[in-house]
């Protein structure tokens, strides 16, 4: 992992509302590479990996339906869902996808 990587999520992991981070593999078995902080730790980690990659998927597959074209479509840059208790912060990219999850009250 590059070292500008490695800072900026060192720095996203210092951030006192930031409860944590994916860093995910895309494709088709969306697989953890990277994660910080207890929420994403074991099993829940995993099913938050899944329906991450899944709400992406599901995401670009609407944008691809309503422009009518793959190549000539829109592409997903940013998401941003908010809950009651959590927002959840997901950056899609080629070959990655990150994730954060943070207390929008702190």
Known sequence: MSAELEQTLALLSSHR????????SRGDQVSIIRH???????????KYASVIGK??????AGLEEVSGSENDG????????????????????????????????S
């Open 74 to 105: 829109d592409q997903i840059r940013f998401m941003r869902i908010r809950t009651k208790r959590h927002e959840i912060m997901i950056s899609p990219d080629e070959r990655y996808l990150l994730a954060i999850l943070h207390d929008p009250a």
């Open 17 to 24: 509302s930031v409860l944590g981070y994916l860093l995910l």
């Open 55 to 60: 709400m992406v998927e599901s995401v670009q």
């Open 36 to 46: 910080s902080g207890v929420v994403f730790e074991g099993e829940q980690g995993r």
